[in-house]
């Protein structure tokens, strides 16, 4: 149903995904989490996503130890498999070892075969390095990635979690090294969380890498329903991160959220745009990611059909005006420090307008 969403290419690749990329994240029990979905709640949020129009699903081997990839994979073999695009990582441990860590050649090509039997699939087609290695030399692990593209078992790949320099490293030794490119990166980009604007947005645009955005309502802080004089809703991961103190970048601490007056700064310039535009406050925080160049697909987490359906309303069919971007991009401006500041004030009429979008 191509009218219902968009599709975009995936950086400077040839492969079509649709600009809303479906995470799992959500798939599969996880001890302590709320809001894991089981099987069939699960495969219900994939039918619909389908029905929407999407066709980028996003998963990595440790989520929720591996399930998210089983039910992924038991939805995925009654499907005609050449429509979809799916994502898988690589990096942390699933199995008990002293190998069973990092980018080594030799966890590399023993986890691509077991996420691949998790996935009933032959391939998958974009894989991904789930966070940098201090311990392993790049040209290992970028040799052994481009022998799996060779092999027919990945067919693209891409980062997630890195750095700026760590980035232009990988473009950089895969053109000496005569290897596959590189086409996306996957990271946290947001309304309240904007620092890969600091370099790796200008990485991604000068080399043809699309990003793929993860946490874009920043663990639901951005979908309005968060109150600053309350407490943090009931079942959602920011009330079970501040309760338990297992707070991470998608599930902050709410306590500290109620005192960081650009939060909620921000909050009130969404719901304004929101009214304005008859969508929601997260629809707003979904499009104006979409409507940044560089991005080639905005990840959604979806705990029901009808948070999907609520996301997927970002897709298509309407658009925030230059002047409402405008206003969301200053009130969530970071605060510019060395060297970024002095960059940014001697280029400020030095920008190219040629550059790969």
């Known amino acids: 149903m191509a009218d219902k969403t968009e599709y975009r290419f995936l950086g400077g690749s040839g492969l079509k995904v649709s600009n809303i990329s479906l995470g799992t994240m959500t798939f599969g029990a ?18 619909r996503y389908v029905e929407l129009g999407g066709n980028f699903i996003d998963t990595a081997d440790i989520y929720a130890g591996g399930k998210s990839e089983e039910i992924i994979g038991s939805w995925l073999e009654k499907q005609q498999r050449e429509k979809f695009v799916v994502a898988t990582k690589v ?40 966070l940098w290695d201090e311990a392993v030399p790049l040209e290992e692990t970028l040799s052994a990635l481009n022998d799996l593209v060779r092999a027919g078992k990945v067919r693209y790949l891409g980062a997630s979690n890195v750095t700026g320099w760590q980035l232009q490293k990988i473009v950089e030794l895969s053109k000496s090294m005569g290897l596959h490119k590189w086409i996306s990166l996957q990271a946290e980009y947001s309304l309240l969380c904007r620092g890969i604007e600091l370099e790796l947005t200008d990485v991604c645009r000068k080399e ?24 943090a809703p009931e079942g959602t991961r920011i009330s079970h991160s ?37 969508k929601t406050v997260a629809q707003v925080a979904i499009r104006w990611l979409l409507q940044k160049g560089v991005v080639s697909s905005v990840i959604i987490g979806a ?15 309407w658009e925030i005006t230059e002047e409402q971007m405008a206003e969301l991009d200053t009130v969530s401006q970071m605060d510019a420090f060395y060297p970024y500041n002095m960059i940014r004030y001697a280029n400020a009429d030095r920008v190219r307008k040629n550059m790969c979008q």
Not at 265 to 271: A, E, G, S
Not at 303 to 317: C, P, S
């Open 30 to 47: 996880m001890a302590g989490w709320p809001g894991q979905c089981d099987e069939a709640a699960s495969h219900a949020i994939l039918d």
């Open 91 to 130: 990096r942390f441990n699933t199995r008990k070892g002293i190998n069973r860590w990092g980018l080594s050649r030799h966890h590399i090509m023993q986890s691509i075969d077991d996420s691949l039997r998790r996935l009933r699939t032959d391939y998958v087609d974009l894989y991904q390095i789930h």
């Open 208 to 231: 043809g890498i699309g990003i793929i955005p993860w946490s874009p309502l920043k663990g639901g802080l951005l979908t309005g329903k968060f109150k600053r004089e309350g407490d």
């Open 242 to 278: 501040t309760k338990t103190g297992q707070t991470f970048e998608a599930a902050p601490d709410f306590e500290k959220i109620k005192k960081d007056d650009k939060t909620w700064n921000v909050l009130d310039v969404m719901k304004k745009v929101a009214e304005a535009q008859g």
């Open 303 to 317: 705990k029901t059909v009808q948070q999907l359906e609520d996301n997927m309303g970002a897709a298509t069919g």
